[in-house]
């Protein structure tokens, strides 16, 4: 495999003296907030009912939440409603700058597989989805951005037409909406300092990207796109703790496991943001996906990075 991966922390010094300046003028605008992401954790994942598939009142109880979020800061907040069999499911949209012709994609899936919190998966992702939001308030934007809140990305959806992502990707290519890319926040919470706490779909990946479970990850497909490309590329250079990135296959494990497929399914540009999911995380899928076993802080560090990478 031709991987090239990097290891780098945002230097100031390292960067031309205008960027430096840009840097300086972002993070002005504010940064995540840890007790907001606490309390937003909180809400997610402590339900009367795990947000699954079957239990469709919860699913929007949660959507209702999320699009309640999106109505304190977005120009526009509304529900992507389609059918299941006799059921409704909701994806939740909310557009910043919706005028503009151009569009980037930031999306997270909020339903969870089985019954479990899914503090990680994925309520990681939809927590930093409504930061974004709180975040992106009020910002001068040369394109507008969507984020989307999909449902039914867990099994037994998974790779099925009826995934939210799926619904969302289909309705830009059939509307013809230019898309300039698309990120999927898939698992950003987990991290772990202790060695030999990274696992690899190869062993020999090791080697290069280390055995500790520390970074965020931007995972890309070969052939990525300029969207993916030039994000990816912000991302390991505003990100205030370390970023490695990830360029594969398509068809190694769990480089396309989650709502990112369907955009390159569509032809769009697209790459995920993960902490590497089940590589690292042994609670993936499990009763013990808790809010407690969560890096408040490091998760706040990537949604920095998110923030800064899609204003720069």
């Known amino acids: 495999m031709s991987v090239v991966p990097r290891y780098t922390l945002f230097k100031p010094m390292k960067i031309i003296p205008f960027l430096s300046i840009f840097f300086v003028s972002i993070t002005s605008y504010g940064q995540a907030d840890t007790i907001r992401i606490k309390e937003l954790l909180t809400v997610l994942t402590k339900t009367s009912?795990?947000?699954?598939?079957?239990?469709?009142?919860?699913?929007?109880?949660?959507?209702?939440?999320?699009?309640?979020?999106?109505?304190?800061?977005?120009?526009?907040?509304?529900?992507?409603?389609?059918?299941?069999?006799s059921l409704t499911y909701k994806n939740v949209i909310a557009r910043f700058n919706p005028q503009a012709s151009k569009k980037l994609v930031i999306g997270a899936h909020y339903d969870v597989c089985g019954n479990q919190e899914g503090a990680d998966d994925n309520a990681s992702g939809i927590v930093g989805l409504l930061e974004l939001a709180r975040l992106l308030k009020g910002k001068s934007l040369d394109n507008c951005i969507e984020l989307v809140a999909y449902t039914l990305e867990e099994p037994p959806f998974f790779r099925t037409e009826y995934m939210g992502s799926f619904i969302?990707?289909?309705?830009?290519?059939?509307?013809?909406?230019?898309?300039?890319?698309?990120?999927?926040?898939?698992?950003?919470?987990?991290?772990?300092?202790?060695?030999?706490?990274?696992?690899?779909?190869?062993?020999?990946?090791?080697?290069?990207?280390?055995?500790?479970?520390?970074?965020?990850?931007?995972?890309?497909?070969?052939?990525?796109?300029?969207?993916?490309?030039?994000?990816?590329?912000r991302m390991d250079r505003?990100?205030?703790?370390?970023?490695?990135?990830?360029?594969?296959?398509?068809?190694?494990?769990?480089?396309?496991?989650?709502?990112?497929?369907?955009?390159?399914k569509m032809g769009f540009s697209a790459c995920m943001v993960t902490d590497t999911a089940f590589y690292r995380n042994k609670n993936y899928h499990q009763k013990t996906d808790e809010m407690g076993t969560l890096n408040i802080s490091r998760m706040a560090l990537v949604i920095d990075g998110i923030f800064f990478s899609i204003l720069a």
């Open 168 to 233: 969302h990707a289909k309705s830009l290519k059939e509307s013809n909406t230019e898309v300039i890319g698309m990120i999927c926040l898939e698992m950003i919470g987990y991290f772990d300092e202790a060695k030999h706490s990274q696992d690899y779909p190869i062993g020999l990946l090791k080697l290069f990207y280390g055995s500790r479970g520390n970074y965020i990850t931007v995972v890309n497909k070969f052939a990525k796109g300029k969207g993916a490309r030039k994000f990816t590329r």
């Open 49 to 85: 009912k795990p947000r699954n598939h079957q239990n469709i009142d919860q699913l929007n109880l949660c959507a209702k939440f999320i699009s309640n979020n999106f109505k304190e800061y977005a120009d526009t907040v509304f529900y992507q409603n389609y059918q299941v069999g």
């Open 238 to 264: 505003f990100a205030q703790l370390p970023v490695k990135k990830f360029n594969g296959p398509k068809a190694l494990t769990g480089i396309d496991f989650s709502d990112h497929l369907n955009y390159w």
